[in-house]
């Protein structure tokens, strides 16, 4: 993700426009697709084309089209940043029940059982380890930490190891209040917090494994291709040459939205518009040792964010 401070000057915010990878391939499709409207339009020139094409009665017809692609447009892109939204909010509410249940812990917890605190602690950072990467593609042992070799093989067996880590929360509390270490009404504290962490894996799994429909994406990319391949035809015969740059501009313009709403409708990869996932994995790793007073080893995320200045 590229990670910024709105600076307030129009200009200074847009000179990092080609940090964006969707921002680079737009202006090579622009690009290209001008170098075959220059071409056309010379073409048009030299055959003199518009005493043949009378194609006046399009403008009207392609101003319209212009209208509805543009409607088709604002409601992909919303429904894009919906999605990006609705995960961020549901990393929002991780964020909040993780810091819960290690406060409730801190406070249930024995204060001499430094034990039963870091455990605790070790568990709810590597469920959101665990679950930044199940949404990518798979997890990776090497991203948990402070993993036992006991841990490490039961892990490596888990088809879906963020569940498997909420059962040992969720064990790690019954064998406490077992020991007489938590009272049952410590137990109602943590349900909540423990279920939530489930219900919010719930929540992104939805948006990872429900696409935008084939049928609508691939319908309005073929509009955009078809819209950009006629459009030449009804501007250069009367604009010639000065038509190119109008023509260039729509397709940015249309053909922009598009390529921004691919790439933010799966907001939990690493692409450069996602979601933070792994600093915000990390930091809840940091506060839930600090607040059950566990020591473990530091480690950076490992991130491929750029920062703005």
Known sequence: MIIYKPSGSFFRDIR?????????????YVFFYGLAVAA?????????????????????????????????????????YDRWWEGRKQWGALVNHSRNLAIVGQ????EENKALRHRLAL???????????????????????????????????????PAYIS????????????????????????????????????ACERIKKTPIPFSYEIFLRLFIVCYALILPFVILPSFGFWG?????????????????????????????????????????RKNVFEILEAKHEEGAPASNYSKLS
């Not at 790690?172 to 009272?183: D, F, N, S």
């Open 167 to 202: 059962a040992q929360i969720q064990q790690l509390l019954v064998q406490a209040y077992r020991r007489g270490e938590i009272r049952e009404l410590d137990q109602l504290n943590f349900k909540p917090h423990t279920q939530a962490l489930l219900d919010v894996l719930g």
């Open 244 to 284: 190119l740059p109008v023509l260039m501009l729509i397709l940015f313009a249309f053909l922009g939205l598009e390529l921004m709403a691919a790439e933010i409708q799966d907001p939990f990869g690493q692409d450069c518009n996602d979601l933070p996932t792994g600093d915000i994995a990390h930091t809840i």
């Open 107 to 110: 406070v249930c917890f024995p």
């Open 40 to 80: 056309l339009a010379a073409l048009f020139l030299w055959a003199d084309w518009s005493k043949y094409l009378k194609l006046d009665g399009l403008s009207s017809i392609f101003s319209f089209l212009g209208v509805v692609l543009s409607i088709l447009l604002v409601f992909r892109t919303n429904t894009a």
């Open 123 to 161: 568990l709810i950072s590597n469920f959101c380890l665990a679950f930044k990467e199940h949404l990518r593609e798979g997890v990776r042992l090497e991203e948990l930490i402070e993993l036992s070799a006991r841990d490490r093989q039961l892990y490596a067996a888990q088809q879906h190891l």
């Open 16 to 28: 990092h426009f080609n940090r964006t990878v969707v921002i680079r391939r737009l202006l090579s």
